[in-house]
């Protein structure tokens, strides 16, 4: 009996790889996320460009103008140009949310560095049991982790004081976690690999051995993590903000604006609808364009 490979036979794909996974293409999604991300990125950094007017003093425009050619957000409650106040604060959200992601992902790698190598070391001389700096660093981890991060933040805050940059830095601090956990487990996949052992065998010192070794080889993960987490910077931000312990009145900030807002929901709703908008689109965008570079390099490695 002989068996014919027709063109829709199962055995013909899998022969051909017509079934095997392949990287998924970036598509419209990742074009409209990258044009998102310019847009805000833009806003940011020359936000006189996009708009000319004052997002801090109370204009001569009247109070609550719906959106209009005029007015494309409407007013505010004191006659601010709500488009005007988004735009300017784009570069305070942002600019946040980055010194947050670089706080977060400096302290935890090191910390999942020092845990990670440690406990390599060890475990290579003690049949695999971890060190004591290993063990005390991750119980930290898993005592921030069990917190909520919402409430982390908030008792950071409490101790350091309202404010923006204190805000980042309580955001900051509830990301140190991740990356820790992340790191080590980066490092101690590595550091087992042949050619650390090798590097060990032919001389090479700890230091240099994790400086040109192992960290070029455990950062790739970590850089996507923090792009993922740039979006939830964002939201934990505003978050804080909506609260009334980020920025203060009259800041532009898109939290701070849609609180200002909210006491007119009821007949003013794009007070807080388009700046909303605003937050979700941006970290929509972050979120995807994240995933897409992460499937790619997963895809390359």
Request: hydrophobic share 50%.
């Amino acid at each position: 009996m002989t068996t014919t490979l027709t063109s829709k036979s199962p055995l013909r794909s899998r022969l051909t790889g017509r079934n095997l996974p392949r990287p998924r293409k970036a598509g419209w999604g990742a074009v409209v996320s990258g044009l998102i991300v310019v847009i805000a990125l833009a806003w940011a950094l020359v936000p006189g460009l996009f708009a000319s007017g004052d997002p801090v003093n109370s204009g001569s425009t009247a109070p609550l103008l719906p959106p209009s050619t005029e007015h494309w957000f409407g007013t505010d409650a004191v006659g601010r140009d709500l488009y005007t106040r988004v735009v300017w604060g784009t570069r305070q959200s942002l600019l946040g949310a980055l010194v947050a992601v670089l706080l977060g992902m400096i302290i935890g790698t090191l910390l999942g560095v020092i845990a990670g190598s440690s406990r390599a070391r060890r475990g290579s001389s003690t049949g695999g049991k971890g060190s004591w700096v290993d063990t005390l660093i991750m119980r930290i981890v898993d005592v921030l982790l069990a917190i909520p991060a919402l409430l982390l933040s908030l008792s950071v805050i409490i101790v350091l004081g309202y404010g923006s940059i204190n805000a980042a830095i309580a955001v900051g601090i509830t990301n140190v976690a991740m990356f820790a956990r992340l790191a080590r487990s980066e490092v101690l996949g590595v550091a087992s690999s042949d050619y650390v052992e090798a590097a060990y065998a032919s001389g090479g010192t700890r230091a240099s051995v994790l400086w040109r070794h192992v960290l070029p080889n455990s950062l790739t993960p970590v850089l996507a993590l923090a792009a993922l987490q740039f979006g939830s910077a964002i939201l934990q931000l505003s978050t804080l903000s909506f609260l009334g312990y980020g920025a203060p009145p009259p800041t532009p900030e898109w939290g701070l604006i849609i609180a200002e807002g909210r006491d007119f929901i009821a007949t003013s709703w794009w007070l807080t609808v388009l700046p909303g908008l605003a937050i979700v689109l941006v970290v929509l965008a972050t979120n995807h364009l994240s995933t897409v570079l992460r499937d790619r390099e997963g895809a390359r490695s």
